[in-house]
């Protein structure tokens, strides 16, 4: 979950997207609410600016279920501003840590 | 987020709309959030307003200091007391935990998805003996009992990479208790 906890009714908080989630929608016959029915199944990423997609082999992205073992993976990574590091978390394990990721131009990291 | 939290104007979903436009943001969760006993917004906890592209879904956030703070969101009603821990004014039993807020979340009634709110606030790991004390008391035992928790991984003032520290041992416990 992203979040701001800042206030509509303040001058001087953070803009009320400071946090976010990019979410994709999760229909089926038991959501009324796709957008909420994406985030219990963790189909998003968080950000407070640059775009993170993530997918694995077979086109496995953020929420679904994959087998465990080995896997590819590719990561892309946009950003208004340069990005001084990026880190591949594996299992709570750094797996693998990317620096000085220039701004503007999408990054596009496979294994 | 919240919309109001007694701040220079009251706010209503109609200025959250022009905020969300000027954002690009299609949907917006704020949390009704209590100023001691001023239960600010508590009319309009579970109202959703819609606009085009963009919609607001009020929640609540349930605000012990000592358990740690909780969003609820996908509310019809607010869950009661807005506040309790033993060191704030009782406004009925102190005998509560964050427990009774999931339950209230879950368990018969309205369906919620309750998240702990902007839960660490350093970027170390959140486990050293120094500030372990840190980790809402009751965060990591909701987590693994819980049949749903969210963690606020991003929030403007505490820190991702701290709370991203749980979210693996949070896993570990949870497969521990599977297996």
Known sequence: MSGTDGWVDFHRTPAVETGRACIRPLKNENTTDPILAGTLAGRSFVTTGPALTFSMGNGIKSGDIIDSGKQEYTLNVTSTVDSETVKIIVNGQLYKHLRALRAEKQHTIKV | ?179
């Open chain 2, 1 to 179: 987020m919240h919309l109001n939290g007694d701040g220079h104007h009251r706010a209503k979903h109609d200025d959250a709309m022009l905020l969300m436009r000027g954002e690009d943001l299609n949907t917006l969760a704020p949390m009704s959030w209590h100023r001691w006993e001023r239960r600010i917004n508590s009319g309009i906890t579970g109202k959703r307003s819609i606009q085009d592209a963009y919609q607001i879904t009020q929640g609540q956030e349930v605000r012990s200091h000592f358990h740690g703070h909780i969003g609820l969101l996908n509310l019809t009603e607010s869950f009661a007391p807005w506040f309790f821990d033993p060191n704030n004014p009782v406004l009925g039993s102190p005998d509560l935990s964050n427990a009774d807020v999931f339950a209230f979340a879950f368990a018969n009634k309205v369906g919620a998805f309750a998240t702990y709110v902007h839960p660490i606030g350093d970027d170390g790991d959140p486990f050293a003996e120094d500030v372990i004390a840190n980790i809402p008391l009751e965060l990591m035992s909701d987590g693994v009992l819980e049949p749903k928790t969210g963690l606020e991984l991003v929030c403007a003032w505490t820190s991702p990479l701290g709370t991203a520290g749980i979210v693996s041992p949070w896993l570990q416990c949870l497969a521990q208790m599977d297996g």
